[in-house]
């Protein structure tokens, strides 16, 4: 018992001279640091002039009316699609000739019918798609040359176009048929899963720009706190054992470190929660199979260093965001040893990883602020896709030519919507 306390008083110093040098060292360096490279640049790149995007007129049955029934969409963490629409219709990257368009642009609301807990139901998403593109493919001829490989969806779900909630489930569907050849914008990332097409911009979730602005703190304001975390870590009512639930990485955290000092982990969600965030080191980010989690976000925006505990994930703008200079990653089975693992880092490269999360342009792109603002979400999207750019002249369909299967899929999914 003596030589566990011996070495864990030496864990805590060493965390505490970590907190010290850094909150002195933040006094000496440059606040920010540029990214290097190519990344850098990719980060930087301006969008327009470099393509150009026709968006769809559909009935505003599949997007307008859908939020009107419910005003909490705006704010939800998978609002990028209604963001996104908004941001089109006003860019100048937006063009209203569509025999001059690059890409194509079909704006349907899948993540809007949300039940009273504010959780998206996505069981009518899939008929929902179908219609609209059954619809454009019916009265405009740009969806039959290629079925959808110049068209671009923003499908922000937890398994993207799978359209499930569950993984088992949403695998046994698999994306959505009529979308298989387009180019899906989504949340969901992660590597060598049947939800997640080659080719798709992964993006962060949506996180209200305007609400963590009105809670900045002065930026030399010490960071006193190692690491940090809010949220659950069970989902209780479908998986109190916490075998599934962000694949388990939550539930290890809490059994592992609740009642460590150097970690400030709780359910609670305080109302300094935005500002304890600006005070800590450290930002767990067990994400399990997506990144969807606003934690990720918040986290970047308030310059704490993200700690990404989720095997195989493919992060947002992950051409454009240096995950690994700015980040710490944890595999699942090393959860139990967190606090070794953070103890044992540099001082000098936790600095570093400060300056980089302190330069703007990373804040910026993590965001979908309103109005849009350079360097954003909505131009890291635009960014994506210009650079996939010229289409390769095999997308395009000999006339009659038909590659999809229209009838595949789940029953429920023909059904009219």
Known sequence: MEIRNWIFALILCHAALVLTSCAVELARSPPTERISGSAGDVLEDDPVGR????VYELPSKYNKKILQKDQRCLNHMFAAEIYMHRFLLSS????LNPAEADWFYTPVYTTCDLTPNGLPLPFKSPRMMRSAIQLISSNWPYWNRTEGADHFFVVPHDFGACFHYQEEKAIERGILTMLRRATLVQTFGQRNHVCLKEGSITVPPYAPPQKMQSHLIPERTPRAIF??????????GNDPEGGYYARGARAAVWENFKDNPLFDISTEHPTTYYEDMQRAVFCLCPLGWAPWSPRLVEAVVFGCIPVIIADDIVLPFADAIPWEEIGVFVDEKDVPNLDTILTSIPPEIILRKQRLLANPSMKQAM????????GDAFHQVLNGLARKL?????IYLAPGEKVLNWT??????????
Do not use: I
Request: hydrophobic share 40%; net charge positive; proline share 17%.
């Open 390 to 394: 010229p289409h390769d002249k095999s």
């Open 92 to 95: 100048p990257v937006r063009t």
């Open 367 to 374: 965001l979908f602020p309103q109005p849009a603002q350079p």
């Open 408 to 417: 595949a899929g789940p029953l429920g999914d023909l059904k009219p919507w």
């Open 227 to 236: 690491v940090y975390f809010r949220g659950l870590f069970y989902d209780v």
């Open 51 to 54: 393509l150009k995007v026709f």
